[in-house]
């Protein structure tokens, strides 16, 4: 069968399962766009290229599924590169098409031309520049499979628009990828397994480190299981909470620079860290020489490159984690390791960091006190909550309980402000009967905001709660913290957000007390369309606790006059 290699972009990716895809025209991406129009694929125009990727992003997120974005050549293409470069750090699958000048044209600085392959190399898992249309479908079948397989990420492909436009012949399974067989997943020996089971026996102090990979691998019922037969608390990652239900009496909370500081503790005091997918970030370890310095470590992984990066460990089981953990648990026997959990729980009782969530209401209008009215109105529904980056973001990880995964999507390693209104986008058209919040702050709200007309234009019912605190917050904290209060370029003007909403045709409130908070959220949820919500909280609250970047992880900034917290959750 003939077809152009425009439409054999299309048959594949159809092919591929895909049933949406998050995009902006442009002349060099003309020919696979009228294409488009012939083939059952849900187009969503949006503002901004970076809006394309974040979203394709939030798809991934939301469901484990690629997330597929397409933008023309030159601008287009270089408009997506934050979004790229977030997704490969937090190991996302997404697939980015590009159109590219005619292949008879590049190298000479032709319109919008750019080498974008170049430019996303060291941001992407892998990518291509396709010239020839009988090149389209090995390129497109290829990037589904290296997006998702081992450890995802992003693959981009960037098309010539002779590449699109002239016709081969197509052969879907002549297409098929012929790397597969050097890509089988490792699977760690027996040997290294019992090595393990033994560390996990011999342990009195043990805790689990639940990252991303348990969300990636689907190993949350695995990890469970692991935790209960061994009796064995959890610690969770930013990017790891939802692995374990926050209501699970082994999940002890998020660990590192703004964790709790009862983890931290239980970290740096432990015999035994078991650390299951996930990398050791900076922001999770503190200073690397005094890191859990009594504690021997085992690391569950699938990337082989992550052993021994940033933390040295004694046994490296290399596998897929879910595999690796239903291999493990049935080696490890049963265990009662109560004095190390009471213990934990002695130094929760001290530590109080959520100790803003049970003050009376004194006038002020706290994130803390949003965030967790959000999570009451909303924890029996089917909730994703999808954060920016700043305090928001931490506040967000404190004060909402997660119960499973991916129903938290946050922008963890590169921590891109403008993540959370396109990546809710994305993750609404995934899961449309989820209820989707974007939480935000006033700075990231205005990077991305344009993309509400995109939630309009579509009909994409986003509810956006702005945590509006006049400043880059997090950014002034740390000149609170360790720059004398001077706030250079932190506080932050934007438009009334209410009017803005209304001039995008979206409903809209300000809220400026704790009494308006539970009613807004009720109003927004009944509400069909999308809707913003302004919260104008407190200008100067700071998140505790905070570990200075590069102190010990026990080191940590604690809240002055802590109040002991009396709530039962
Ligand atoms: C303002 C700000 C503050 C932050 N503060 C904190 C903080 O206090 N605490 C914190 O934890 N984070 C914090 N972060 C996030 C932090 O920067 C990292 O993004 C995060 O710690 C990474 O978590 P992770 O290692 O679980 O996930 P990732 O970085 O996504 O790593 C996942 C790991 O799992 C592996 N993996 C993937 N699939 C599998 C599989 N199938 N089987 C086995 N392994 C697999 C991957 O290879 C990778 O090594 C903060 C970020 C920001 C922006
Ligand atoms: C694109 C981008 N630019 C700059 C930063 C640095 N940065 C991290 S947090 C932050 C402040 C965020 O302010 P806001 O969105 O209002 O959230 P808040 O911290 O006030 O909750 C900044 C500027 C970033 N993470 N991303
Ligand atoms: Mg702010």
Known sequence: MKLTGAQILWDCLVREGVTEIFGYPGGAILPAYDAMLDYPIRHTLVRHE?????????????????GVAIATSGPGATNMVTGIATAMLDSSPIVCITGQVGSRLIGTDAFQEIDITGITLPVTKHNYLVTRAQDVAAAVREAFQIAQEGRPGPVLIDITKDAQQSSCEFDWD????????????????????????????????????AGHGVTISGAEHALKAFAERAHIPVAQTLLGIGGLPASHPLNLGMMGMHGEAWVNIAIQQAD???????????????????YAPHAKKIHIEIDPSEINKNVAVDVALVGDLRSVLDRLVPLVEAGDRRPWIAEIEASRGDSAVRD??????????YAAHVINDLWRATRAADTIVVT?????????????????????????????????????IGAKRARPDAEVWAVVGDGGF????????????????????????????????????????????????????VKLADAFGIRSRAVLTRKDVGPAIDDARAHQGPVVIDFRVEQEDTVYPMVPAGADLHAMIRRPNPIVETAAD
């Open 388 to 424: 920016d980056v700043g305090q928001h973001q931490m506040w967000e990880a404190q004060y909402y309980h997660h119960e499973s995964p991916r129903s938290l999507i946050t922008s963890g390693g590169l921590g891109t402000m403008g993540f959370a209104v396109p990546a809710a």
């Open 174 to 209: 002549a297409a098929a990828p012929v790397r597969r067989a050097r890509r089988e997943t490792p699977s760690p020996a027996h040997a290294d397994l019992a090595r393990a089971a033994a560390l996990v026996q011999g342990a009195k102090r043990p805790v689990i480190l």
């Open 356 to 365: 803003i969530q049970s003050l009376p209401d004194d006038g002020h209008l």
């Open 446 to 497: 205005q990077m991305t905001m344009c993309e509400l007309a995109t939630a309009v234009q579509e009909g994409i019912a986003i509810k956006v709660a702005i945590i509006n605190n006049g400043y880059l917050g997090m950014v002034r904290q740390w000149q609170e913290f360790f720059y004398e209060r001077r706030y250079a370029a932190t506080p932050l003007s934007g438009p009334d957000f």
């Open 50 to 66: 970076q809006g394309a990727t974040h979203m394709a992003d939030g798809y991934a997120r939301a469901t484990g599924r690629v």
């Open 272 to 290: 035994l860290l078991i650390a299951c997918g996930m990398r050791f970030d900076d922001r999770v370890t503190g200073k690397l020489s005094t």
